[in-house]
């Protein structure tokens, strides 16, 4: 499988450990198949199938440079005792007709797990195949989960580094407790006076410094990325999709060939891109809902056609969705646009330019015929998680709340049945505060640790292993910079490991 730059020529492919390695292209691209895999999966198949079956068709069809012994072993690892359940994404019992499909179930209870328990085997082979004696540094922005997931991934994994830009103030107090609890001899997170924006632009902005990169090369040392915008941290995403249909045909609920709906939290658009992905490899799916918080640049986009960043930027009881500039909708705009790469080149130009662009009919139709989309305010989020809890005794984080709140708005103003998942991105544990005064409607008096203590107090249930984990962490002391620095934050850290 060959793969492209969404802005640039197709005389400059690259191969799937090339593109894992590389991150972003050199263009500021995000990279692609050149050539999407044309096979349908089986999904007569799928309720019999485990997860880690299911992974291994998908990464089969995207990575076929990869050995299928570099791929097996990659999954057995990424796949194993370290989640709270054998299904690895379990869905929980119906909701109405709406189901949750749990994804916080790894080590750092949040969805990123599900690709950065894989990635650090897979950049291992890549680096491997293509023979690359530097060292990887892995730079990430984070509004919060990646962070933490790509710290827990690659701790410890030979021939890496971790840096992780995250916005001071702008994460959970459990979030920041996780990354700065990481332990590993190659980790480092570093918050910046700025929202998660400032941080990614920064970012895709040092990636393509290419003074700065000459130098780190030689050095020894050159980037790659834990973020969506890495293909190889999207693709293994795609697996839970068909996971979560092959699960609900084998309870019953639904028959092979059925439509279904996701509902997606999002913010960067990697997790609802993945469904499209696994649309686009014939799982039956009628829409998929981008559920926003109020940072709701992509409910008006999908309104309207227009993408304007211009806008305030909020914090919100969500933080992981705390985003203006989505990166991976580039790559749903690229395949509507029937890879045009010029098209989008122009898009992407108008929005570092003049802050939007608007999109035209071709791709305004597939929007609409493909999506539905609608936001939660942060009160809207707190009702949602006390009905839920009212409702059913089940308990959801706030990210998971904003889906659910869109869906319920969705469903009441289209009349549509379809069966529909509510994609549950991060465990109720990650934002203790929120939950604990949605559900008793009183603020929680203490934070962090102690608020779950707290929470499971009025719950009364069990910790999991991985939430257990959190109490036997101890925290290093934040460091906190200006964006403007990072590149020379960078430099000094590599620096003194030279
Ligand atoms: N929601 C993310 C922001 C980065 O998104 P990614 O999917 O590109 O890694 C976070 O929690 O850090």
């Avoid at 390695?21 to 500021?28: M, P, Q, V, Y």
């Avoid at 211009?310 to 790559?331: C, G, K």
């Avoid at 998942?421 to 962090?448: D, H, L, M, Q, W």
Wanted: with cysteine; net charge negative; aromatic share 10%.
């Amino acid at each position: 499988m060959q793969y492209r730059s969404t802005r640039g020529p197709l005389d400059k492919n690259l191969n799937a450990p090339q593109a894992i390695i590389k991150g972003l292209a050199d263009d500021g691209g995000l990279l692609v198949p050149t050539k999407f895999p044309s096979s349908s999966l089986p999904i007569e198949n799928l309720p019999k199938m485990t997860y880690q079956q299911i992974v291994h068709l998908i990464l089969t069809l995207f990575f076929n440079d990869f050995t299928p012994d570099q791929l097996q072993k990659s999954i057995e690892q990424a796949y194993g005792d370290q989640w709270d359940s054998q299904q690895i994404t379990p869905i929980s019992n119906s909701h109405s007709n709406n189901y949750y499909l749990e994804l916080f179930h790894g080590p750092t209870l949040a969805f990123k797990d599900v690709a950065l328990q894989i990635l650090p085997y897979l950049m291992t082979s890549a680096v491997t195949i293509e023979q690359i004696s530097n060292k990887i540094i892995i730079l990430t922005a984070t509004s919060g989960d990646t962070g933490t997931a790509a710290m827990r991934g690659f701790s410890n994994q030979p021939g890496t580094q971790v840096i992780v830009f995250y916005p001071h103030g702008g994460v959970s107090p459990v979030q920041l407790k996780q990354m700065l609890g990481q332990r590993g001899n190659n980790l480092t997170a570093i918050a910046i006076e700025g929202n998660f924006d400032d941080a990614q632009t920064e970012v895709k902005r040092i990636f393509n410094d290419t003074v700065f990169n000459q130098q780190l090369q030689q050095n020894g040392y050159q980037f790659s990325s834990a973020n969506s915008m890495n293909i190889g941290r999207l693709i293994p995403q795609i697996a839970y999709y068909f996971s979560a249909y092959g699960q609900l045909v084998d309870k019953g609920k639904i028959k092979v060939g059925d439509d279904l709906n996701f509902a997606v939290p999002t913010g960067n658009f990697g997790d609802i891109l993945a469904g499209y992905y696994a649309k686009k490899l014939g799982l039956p799916i009628n829409k998929l809902i981008c559920a926003s918080d109020e940072n709701n640049v992509l409910t008006d986009f999908f309104k309207t056609g227009e993408y304007n960043r211009q806008r305030e930027f909020y914090l919100t009881n969500s933080p992981a969705m705390d985003i203006l500039v989505s990166s991976n909708l580039e790559r749903l705009l690229f395949d509507l646009a029937d890879n045009n790469a010029e098209l989008i080149s122009k898009y992407m130009d108008q929005l570092v330019q003049e802050g939007h662009y608007q999109v035209n009919s071709i791709i305004k139709d597939q929007l609409d015929r493909q999506f539905a989309a609608g936001f939660a305010t942060q009160d809207q989020v707190s009702q949602e998680i006390q009905r839920i809890y009212e409702a059913d005794g089940y308990l959801i984080d706030p990210h998971t709340a904003v889906a659910s709140f869109v869906t319920n708005q969705y469903q009441a103003s289209h009349n549509d049945k379809t069966p529909t998942f509510i994609v549950s991105t991060a465990s109720p544990y990650k934002f203790p505060e929120t939950v604990y005064k949605a559900i008793t409607g009183k603020p929680v008096s203490s934070s962090g640790l102690a608020a779950i203590q707290d929470l499971q107090n009025i719950i009364q249930q069990p910790f999991s292993n991985n939430v257990q984990a959190l109490f036997n962490q101890s925290i290093r002391a934040e460091q906190i910079i200006q964006p403007t620095k990072m590149e020379e934050t960078i430099s000094k850290l590599l620096t003194s490991t030279y």
